[in-house]
């Protein structure tokens, strides 16, 4: 009888502007049940799967934004070696934003919802009425009116009035 080898690494990481990107790859197979009676060989044979599954989240990672190829039908990484990032889409940044395409557009799109997140917690916590600093300096109501860059601003300028 087969013996079943289940293997997986999901990995998350940090992007510009507060988001996030992951990538998870599960891999199953089937290998000989003698190898249960020696345990040095299973467990190269588990090593050696983990450095191939390490390495295709490590190279999914590292090439995000740089080619596309079509996601999981089923959309949720389903053990057979496809991958995708930890929200459902492939190479987004953790909050459901696409990375830039690095025209310049980001003064035109909205701000995070990581970015709104912040900006309100980082506020509240060094005492900042953020109504007022909004209005005066952005001409806007609600921290979500701010364009991705000027959010980015906003967090850097109110994490120096607190400290950090």
């Known amino acids: 009888m087969p013996l079943k080898l289940n293997?997986?690494?999901s990995q998350k990481v940090?992007?510009?502007n507060y988001g996030s990107r992951g990538a998870?790859?599960?891999?199953e197979?089937?290998?000989e049940s003698t190898l249960v009676n020696d345990?040095?060989?299973l467990l190269e044979r588990i090593r050696q799967v983990f450095n191939l599954v390490r390495t295709a989240v490590t190279d999914e990672l590292?090439?995000?934004g740089q080619k596309e190829s079509p996601s999981p039908s089923n959309g949720n990484g389903n053990g057979n070696g496809h991958h995708q990032t930890t929200n459902g889409e492939r190479n987004g940044n953790g909050n459901g934003q696409r990375p830039s395409s690095g025209n310049g557009s980001n003064k035109n799109r909205p701000a995070t919802v990581s970015q709104v997140r912040a900006i309100k917690a980082i506020a509240n916590r060094v005492g900042t009425n953020l109504d007022h600093l909004l209005h005066d300096r952005f001409h806007v109501a609600r921290p979500?009116?701010?364009s991705i860059g000027d959010a980015s601003s906003l967090i850097d300028e109110l994490k120096a009035q607190a400290g950090t």
């Open 14 to 16: 940090s992007d510009a």
């Open 29 to 31: 197979l089937e290998v």
């Open 144 to 146: 979500d009116d701010l």
């Open 62 to 64: 590292n090439s995000a």
């Open 7 to 9: 293997i997986g690494l």
């Open 39 to 41: 345990p040095g060989k």
């Open 24 to 27: 998870s790859v599960n891999v």
